[in-house]
């Protein structure tokens, strides 16, 4: 089997990774390390780092980014994403950090008001596909059909409910008949990266809709492909996730093509 060819380092994207020194940026370290990805060889690492050293966060709103891809915490964010936002660079931003209020989202939309940007609490393609199937199964059944969310994670996941559980939470109640309640639970222990179930209760059936995270490196290789997608988007205002995942981007995958971008 032929091993693939690198993308050009002229043909690469400048990437600007937040959070490195957190799990999920020692995942994507990894994996942009590896010679032989095909997406990991689609980007150029000028940046990464944490923002809570004012040096790093200085040096970070002078790196020429084309995409920067966070996983940090919501202060670490809103730290950055303020700092960056009077530099007036128009860097593609994917923000996988989760935990934010709505008043904190609402700093990110005016500070990234010039930017093509996206909040992914999840970026794992397996969750989106879920999610999918989750609306028309929300829209299809009858009103007596009770939903609810459980979602597990390691111990030392701080946000709960997490992101991922909240998005389909949400997604669920604004496609079921108005005033509709899904309850949510959650647990912290061990080392589970992410498992989120949905169970659907009705008379005389069960349904029931699981997703687990087996590796990081799912929801790593997720946030290079998506950040892939992003870039490629026109839009400079914040993109949604089913628009991303939607993309003819997440079609890429033959070494020439990656180095079409």
Known sequence: ?????????????????????????????????????????????????????????????????????????????????????????????????????????????????????????????????????????????PADYAFSVHESHHAKKVDAPSGTGLFLQSLIESSRPKGAVVAISSVRGGSDPGTHTVTILGPYEKITLTHSAEDRRLFARGALTLGLALFKQKTKNQISLGKLALSESLTVRREEDLAEL
């Open 1 to 141: 089997m032929s091993r693939p060819k690198k993308t050009p380092i002229s043909t690469r994207l400048n990437l600007a990774l937040v959070g490195s020194t957190g799990r999920m940026g020692h995942k994507i370290l990894e994996l942009l390390s590896s010679p032989d990805d095909p997406i990991a060889s689609a980007f150029n690492l000028v940046w990464h780092g944490s923002v809570r050293d004012p040096k790093a966060l200085a040096s970070l709103t002078k790196c020429k980014a084309d995409l920067i891809i966070d996983f940090s915490k919501p202060e670490a964010t809103l730290s950055w994403v303020r700092a960056y936002a009077k530099t007036g660079k128009p860097a593609a931003t994917l923000i996988c950090t989760t935990g934010f209020n709505f008043s904190e989202i609402g700093i990110l939309k005016k500070s990234l008001k010039d930017c093509t940007w996206a909040l992914v609490p999840n970026t794992s393609l397996g969750v989106f596909a879920m999610s999918e199937s989750l609306k028309l199964l929300a829209r299809t059944l």
